[in-house]
């Protein structure tokens, strides 16, 4: 693995990273728990809707691929990560319809909870050693095309997020507050769209500045986007290509 191009861009696109059989099971399954059909399309009636994995055996196989753990080994380094049992995190599915999805603003993904509640994600905080959250997982359920709302990369985004999390300090800042200044400072960066076939995974780092957007192709999208936990607090002079990732932005502030 090139990991100084994931220092450089911040993601990795890992095709193949699990068997297509697999992923076209977990779609199956995905498919019923939407209480949609695939072929009427009068039961598509919104943009996108949110669903959880059951745990079913090809969410655990795609989460267990022997691939990713090789590939989560050379980012995060060898134990120093979570292993999942299953994907996990919400599975985003989105549909050919109009409408506003609502949900398509540039942003980073929160990591820690911020109040008395760990279920109340309104209140989750990111900070510079992003507590709680070693990578961010894009795994690829179905073919992606470029109409069919893949998700949008600021290319070296998360280079221009450190110098904006260290003043916060061990607190950090929320998601909207951080959400917001990354998404003003990296409106520079060059995009790239998550495209690809069903067992496709982008691996990203944290501070990774991504979007999503509305559909407007005709196949429906799955797509679920997990973290990886640290199983070690991460550091900014630590050794893995996250953490370098993490000391090269503050190298490069202002």
Known sequence: MDTENFIRT????????????????????LWQASGCDPDD??????????????GQKPFREAAQ???LHEAYD?????GRWVPRETV??????????????????????SSFPGGPDPNDFTNYRVNLTSRGRALLVLFL??????????????????????????????????FMQISQKAAAATEYREVAL?????????????????AAQPHR??????????????????TVDGPSPVERAIARGLSNRP
């Open 10 to 29: 911040g993601f990795v696109h890992l095709p193949e990273a699990f068997p297509r059989d697999v992923a076209d099971e977990a779609r199956a399954l």
């Open 41 to 54: 399309r009068t039961t598509w009636t919104r943009p996108v809707i949110r669903l959880v994995d059951g």
């Open 65 to 67: 691929s022997a691939r």
């Open 74 to 78: 050379a980012l995060v380094g060898e």
């Open 88 to 109: 996990g995190g919400s599975v985003a599915v989105r549909f050919p319809v109009p409408g506003d999805p609502g949900d398509d603003g540039w942003h980073i993904e």
């Open 141 to 174: 359920f179905s073919d992606v095309g470029e109409d069919d709302a893949p998700t949008r990369i600021r290319v070296g985004s998360h280079l221009d997020v450190p110098p904006l999390l260290e003043p916060a300090g061990e607190d950090g800042l929320s």
């Open 194 to 210: 998550a495209t690809g076939r069903a067992g496709d995974v982008y691996i990203c780092q944290p501070f990774l500045v991504h």
């Open 217 to 234: 192709g005709t196949t429906v999208r799955f797509m679920a986007q997990p973290g990886i936990e640290p199983a070690v607090p991460l």
